[in-house]
Nanobody
Framework: QVQLVESGGGLVQTGGSLRLSCAAS????????MGWYRQAPGKQRELVAS???????NYAEFVKGRFTISRDSANNTVYLQMNSLKPEDTAVYYC???????????????WGQGTQVTVSA
């Protein structure tokens, strides 16, 4: 069982920046892929970005060039640096993790409780 705790959300003006953190309860070295999702009111949860344990990253088109995902295996933490924020980025952001040793194609098995990001116009 992997427990994930997000932090770093808050209220920011358009064009501002936030850095989200996701602390895992144990080692993330054997977890192939971890990611960030978001869910805005009345909308489905959507993938924002993901990162593998070899450092390969994947981004949704709507955040490319503005957001950066990274992982620190020494501290069992995944980050999401968000720059040039827009009102449409307002959502609850969730950290997600595959099971340790799970293959690349496996679904995310563990989720954090979410952190609210609000971008004012």
């Amino acid at each position: 069982q992997v427990q994930l705790v997000e932090s770093g959300g808050g209220l920011v003006q358009t064009g501002g920046s936030l850095r989200l953190s996701c602390a895992a309860s144990g080692s993330i070295v054997r977890i192939l892929t971890m990611g960030w999702y978001r869910q805005a009111p009345g909308k489905q949860r959507e993938l924002v970005a993901s990162v593998t344990n070899s450092g390969n990253t994947n981004y949704a088109e709507f955040v490319k060039g503005r957001f950066t995902i990274s992982r620190d295996s020494a501290n069992n933490t995944v980050y999401l640096q968000m720059n040039s924020l827009k009102p449409e980025d307002t959502a609850v952001y969730y950290c997600a993790s595959q099971r340790p040793f799970a293959p690349m194609t496996s679904t995310y098995a563990y989720w954090g409780q979410g952190t609210q990001v609000t971008v004012s116009a």
